[in-house]
């Protein structure tokens, strides 16, 4: 895999991606928490108690695979053990985003996995989502339930609460939220409100699985992040 970015390209990329769920309408108030790998034993997160639409790089935490704070006056999010679960149980992920959009929670909510092959774009870019399940926020058991996922999946819908998305650089996990996101709504208005959603065959769903997972491959081995 390439370098890792440095601190400063972590820093403008959480920065940037903090805009961008707030201004989309993924997060509210102080909700949702980002990470970004700038070594193999060091990370930079988001801040507790900050709305992630008006972050400035001086709220920004680093931690090393421990949440041990090593810069930065600020807490680190509680749900920070979920980020670092999903380094533990994938080496290969450098960035993770949770965020609460409105139509992927309520899938959440629901317990209904994101897992209709209706959409090439989806397919190629994250895959089926499915439902982690229910662990109050902030605890051990939210690392635990997102665990079994790690490595199959692009990302997964939390029960009840919202969803995370991983990715080789932290502009890839950011797109597979936004792409769960239409994903989600998608669906709801083709099924549920359209009431009929053509589902793709098993052979073209294949080969668009071998796309995304050619694009994987090239990009967990080139860590473009554009």
Not at 143 to 154: E, L, N, V, Y
């Amino acid at each position: 895999m390439s370098a890792y970015p440095t601190d400063r390209e972590a820093k403008t990329l959480l920065l940037e991606a903090g805009r961008r769920l707030y201004e989309r309408g993924f997060v509210a108030s102080n909700d949702g928490n980002m990470s970004v790998l700038v070594s193999a034993g060091t990370l930079w997160t988001t801040p507790t108690g900050v709305s992630k639409g008006f972050m400035t790089e001086d709220m920004l935490v680093k931690t090393d695979l421990a949440g041990t704070v090593l810069e930065g006056t600020r807490k680190p999010s509680s749900e920070l053990k979920m980020h670092l679960r999903v380094y533990q149980e994938n080496p290969d992920l450098r960035a993770a985003v949770h965020a609460h959009p409105p139509a992927a929670t309520s899938f959440a909510i629901a317990g209904l996995p994101l897992d209709r092959p209706i959409l090439p774009e989806a397919i190629v870019q994250l895959g089926t989502v499915p439902v982690a399940p229910y662990a109050e926020p902030g605890t051990q058991a939210v690392p635990d339930s997102i665990a079994p996922f790690c490595r199959d999946f692009g990302g997964v819908l939390l029960a009840n609460h919202g969803a995370l998305t991983w990715g080789y650089d932290l502009t890839q996990a950011y797109y597979r939220m936004e792409t769960l996101e239409y994903y989600a709504q998608v669906t709801i208005n083709s099924v549920f409100l359209l009431g009929r959603a053509n589902a793709l065959t098993g052979e073209q769903v294949e080969r668009l699985t071998e796309q995304r997972q050619r694009l994987d491959a090239a990009r967990r081995e080139a860590g473009n992040p554009s």
